[in-house]
């Protein structure tokens, strides 16, 4: 069995180190979306006479809402929770004995730690798979057509009323992304584990405008204006990529401050290094400190813990300022045969200063044809997006099965699910699978 684990390890291990693909085109994935409808490439529709051309405004509703979605697929890809640094099997050394023994009965938490270190000389590694499929942005469905954003007619001197026409652009995303980490855990000591965790990951978008023709201005005109193919005032357009490649790689500590039978509490910190390629929202440019304590319960089959920290953010050339954000989760593990252990954990992020989606009434007013020149008789008042700042509060839920099917192996599987639906970028129901291995 040990020469399996070996062999699976090395074979995960030089997956990691050979160069991955990225995107097949020379745009990068963060483009896939805000390339539309810009000054350099409009909406031009289908009347032969009148090259009509839309765009979104700059710095307007269209965006706010790209920049926002991929500063939110770039950051929590590359923050998702990667769950315990220590293995299922912690021991210590028994004096009496000269032996090791194991130190508690359960497995321990799957995306949450506890204070038990792995033991001086122990060595976990293994890997795991984590699969996104997004319903919801801002509590927006993505693939819905909620995200509704406004094209404008491009500037032409001369004050001509077709520009009053708008067009609504209705987008339906289907994004998913896959995330496979390979990690490896030792303890230095008794009391000091060090680990590494290696994400390789998949970002994958297809993406809808569905397009409507709002002839305000134009309606009655004898000869229209705005059209698409066969003088339809609806149409599409569609794009599709993907990137993948090495994400943000953590670098792992922890430390044993105090035990006892009570239980223990240790200090640990996760360091995010920006190996990720941001330009294809694999990571976001930033390096990303996370402090935090860890207190858990002893030794017995049933086993709570907390933990709380404090994760500071580096800025990013390509998304910003990003924000700093508290940390915490909370849960058990609970040892229900000597080879089965049940986890339940809450896990929680607050953002600080992040910014957020929010709607607000924009007016756009418009003339018609016989009206003169000059007025602004009419106009209609749209909901549109824009970002403020905020505190942006992400909670997930867990609950899963750690199996230990023979010596020193470990096999987890595991069910995320939201509990804040309206904020940020949301999957209903998450999988993850992990295997490891202790040595």
Request: proline share 5%; charged share 20%.
């Amino acid at each position: 069995m040990r020469r399996v684990i070996i062999a699976v390890a090395s074979a995960i291990a030089l997956l990691v180190l050979l160069p991955q693909p990225g995107r097949a085109e020379d745009r990068p994935l963060s483009e896939l979306l805000s390339r539309f409808f810009t000054p350099e490439n409009p909406l031009i529709l289908a009347n032969p006479t009148h090259a009509a051309h839309f765009v979104a405004q700059e710095g307007g509703a269209f965006s706010e809402t790209v920049n926002l979605l991929n500063r939110n697929i770039a950051y929590q890809l590359s923050s998702f929770p990667l769950g315990s640094s220590s293995g299922g099997f912690t021991f210590n050394l028994d004096p009496t004995l000269g032996t090791l023994s194991r130190t508690t009965e359960s497995f321990g938490p799957l995306f949450a730690e506890r204070a038990l270190t792995s033991g001086k000389g122990k060595l976990t590694v293994g890997g795991s798979y984590v699969r996104n499929t997004f319903d919801r942005f801002e509590g927006r469905g993505l693939d819905d057509g909620s995200l509704q954003l406004t094209l404008t007619h491009f500037d032409i001197p001369g004050d001509n009323h077709f520009e009053g026409d708008l067009i609504d652009s209705d987008l339906f995303l289907k994004l998913d992304t896959d995330t496979f980490a390979v990690f490896a855990n030792y303890g230095v000591t008794d009391r000091l584990d060090v680990g590494v965790a290696v994400p390789v990951q998949r970002v994958k978008m297809d993406a809808v405008f569905a397009l409507t023709v709002l002839p305000l201005a134009t309606q009655g005109d004898a000869v229209p204006s705005h059209f698409f193919a066969g003088g339809s005032l609806t149409g599409q357009l569609a794009e599709s990529g993907d990137a993948s490649g090495i994400g943000d790689v953590v670098l792992r500590g922890k430390l044993g401050l105090t035990s006892g039978d009570w239980g223990g509490v240790a200090a640990a910190v996760d360091v995010r290094l920006p190996t990720g390629d941001e330009e294809n929202l694999l990571g976001t440019g930033a390096t990303q400190v996370k402090g935090f304590l860890i207190l858990s319960g002893g030794k017995s089959k049933f086993s709570p813990h907390l933990n709380a920290g404090y994760t500071f953010t580096g800025d990013s050339d390509k998304l910003g300022v990003l924000p700093n954000e508290l940390n915490y989760a909370a849960g058990f593990d609970a040892a229900l045969t000597p080879r089965v252990t049940f986890t339940a954990d809450v896990v929680g992020r607050s953002l600080l200063d992040a910014q957020r989606l929010v709607t607000t009434d924009v007016v756009y007013r418009f003339r018609r044809a016989n009206e003169p020149v000059g007025t602004l008789p009419h106009s209609v008042t749209r909901e549109e997006f824009t970002s403020e700042d905020g505190t942006l509060n992400m909670l997930l839920g867990s609950v899963g099965l750690k199996l230990n099917p023979t010596g020193r192996l470990l096999i987890s599987a595991n069910v995320l699910f939201s509990l804040s639906k309206n904020n940020g970028l949301q999957d209903d129901i998450t999988p993850v699978i992990a295997i490891d291995y202790n040595f």
